[in-house]
């Protein structure tokens, strides 16, 4: 994986090999630049994303349904951190997959499954709210975090199970199916049936169901608030049951932020497959993706005052001290 400089001759990837793909050229302090980027980046969203992990992990406060999907997602953007932003770094860079075959069909599993989990644990962000904001009395009876663990857990296998059937089916184990890619790439060749087939799995149904849910929480969520605000002016009293509706409307909106800044992310990134064949467009687009990861810890450090918390006694060490899970954040 050493660099070349420009005087050099055409190199391969795998100079012993006749197919061989050939490998690009770049300088050294192209070299450089590049792989202390994409490592500090790999670090920072692996650093944020732990976070996370640690604070609902260890802290029984934070122990609540909602907060098992935003553990789900902070788990699914540290393996993006952990384990994508590095393969793809050295894929970008090096120009060449130096891993083998094998492991490219089980990177190409890893890959579709961290992504396509992404989407569907925003799903059951916004199923949680739905339930939480529109049928107020029946969310302690239906969603509960043994209820929401199972839901994960099905989410996952269920993906799992789609990705390797889209792998294998389009020949990734097996280099006869791909005599139109040299040695030394990573890649899929899928079929006009399997590509409407993973969109529409992938990114449209969830992104329905998202639309419509959320439509319907921001259209009740207006409602209450006016209910509340009358109640204020007119000076009568406003219940707990009233408060409590208020504040699940604001995690509402807080989560429905999350939820918008990763599409905006997103649909480029689809939108740019189908239609654009710019390969620099689409690298660039994929890493707008990958970055996200890094930005959702900060949401929840802007938007919940409990993560601020949670991080300073991470910081300070007062994790371990005795029944430090006990901490009451919310004051």
Not at 66 to 81: F, K, Q, R, Y
Not at 190 to 207: A, N, R, V
Not at 283 to 312: D, E, M, Q, R
């Amino acid at each position: 994986m050493a660099y070349e400089t420009e005087h050099q001759e055409t190199q391969y990837c795998f100079p012993n090999f006749n197919s061989s793909c050939i490998k690009g050229k770049r300088s050294r302090h192209e070299y450089i630049i590049m792989y202390v980027f994409f490592s500090l980046l790999s670090a920072w969203t692996v650093f944020l994303n732990l976070l996370v992990i640690i604070s609902i992990s260890h802290f029984k406060k934070l122990h609540t349904p909602t907060n098992m999907i935003i553990l789900s997602l902070a788990v699914n953007d540290l393996l993006i951190g952990l384990i994508v932003m590095p393969i793809q770094a050295i894929r970008l860079i090096e120009t060449c997959w130096y891993f083998g075959e094998t492991f490219c069909g089980f990177y190409l599993i890893l890959i579709g499954l961290i992504f396509s989990a992404s989407l569907s644990n925003l799903v059951l962000i916004a199923v949680d709210r739905y339930v939480a904001v529109c049928h107020p009395l029946l969310y302690p009876q239906k969603i509960t975090i043994t209820n929401m663990l199972k839901s994960i857990c099905l989410n996952w296998l269920y993906y799992s199970a789609y990705n390797t059937s889209f792998v294998v089916n389009n020949g990734s184990f097996d280099s006869s199916h791909r005599t139109e890619v040299c040695y030394g790439k990573c890649s899929v060749m899928m079929s006009f049936s399997w590509i409407i087939t993973d969109l529409f799995m992938s990114f449209i149904f969830p992104c329905l169901i998202m639309i419509t849910l959320y439509s319907r929480i921001f259209y009740v969520v207006h409602q209450q608030v006016k209910v509340i605000n009358s109640l204020m002016k007119g000076g009568k009293r406003v219940t707990e049951s009233s408060v409590k509706r208020k504040s699940e409307s604001k995690a509402a909106l807080t989560l429905g932020i999350i939820v918008t800044i990763y599409l905006l992310f997103y649909i480029p990134y689809y939108i740019c497959i189908l239609f654009v064949n710019s390969s620099t467009t689409i690298t660039v687009l994929a890493w707008a993706v990958c970055a996200n990861s890094g930005v959702n810890p900060l949401i929840y450090a802007l938007y919940y005052s409990s993560f601020k918390k949670t991080v300073k006694h991470i910081f300070t060490l007062k994790i371990f001290q005795p029944a430090s899970f006990l901490l009451c954040i919310f004051k």
